[in-house]
């Protein structure tokens, strides 16, 4: 199984690895597609880069306050960190700050559910 756990359950992933990894591998892979380093990161955040090290493997849960500070330096909200595979992460990711685009999906998906299967 791969660090970022793509398209596994959250309750399979959450018994294969901790909440704590999972969030950790998430803000690692959101990081490194910002072309960020460990280091580089800590910097913007003034945290030792030992800390953040230890949030994206797991072995130090993150307190909420930090997950948004990580969350915002990473332009992300902090709720794509939190599900469970990367496109989900992504589709977070794409309509924050966009009420338009929700509205958009809320109407394609009260449309499907009402043609039923």
Same mark, same amino acid.
């Given at each position: ?5 793509a ?9 294969? $690895?901790? $909440? ?36 994206e ?12 500070? $990580? ?20 589709? $977070? ?25």
């Amino acid at each position: 199984m791969g660090a970022s756990n793509a398209g596994v359950p959250v309750a399979e992933a959450a018994t294969a $690895i901790s $909440i704590e990894a999972l969030v950790g591998a998430r803000i690692a892979e959101a990081r490194r597609k910002a072309g960020l380093t460990v280091r580089d990161l800590a910097a913007t955040l003034k945290m030792p880069h030992t800390t953040l090290n230890n949030y994206e493997t797991g072995r130090r849960p993150i307190p909420l306050d930090r997950l948004a500070q $990580i969350a915002g330096a990473l332009r992300r909200p902090p709720a794509s960190f939190l599900v469970e595979s990367a496109e989900e992460a992504d589709l $977070i990711a794409s309509f924050a700050g966009s009420v338009e685009k929700c509205l958009q999906v809320k109407l394609v998906l009260a449309a499907l559910d009402e043609e039923g299967p």
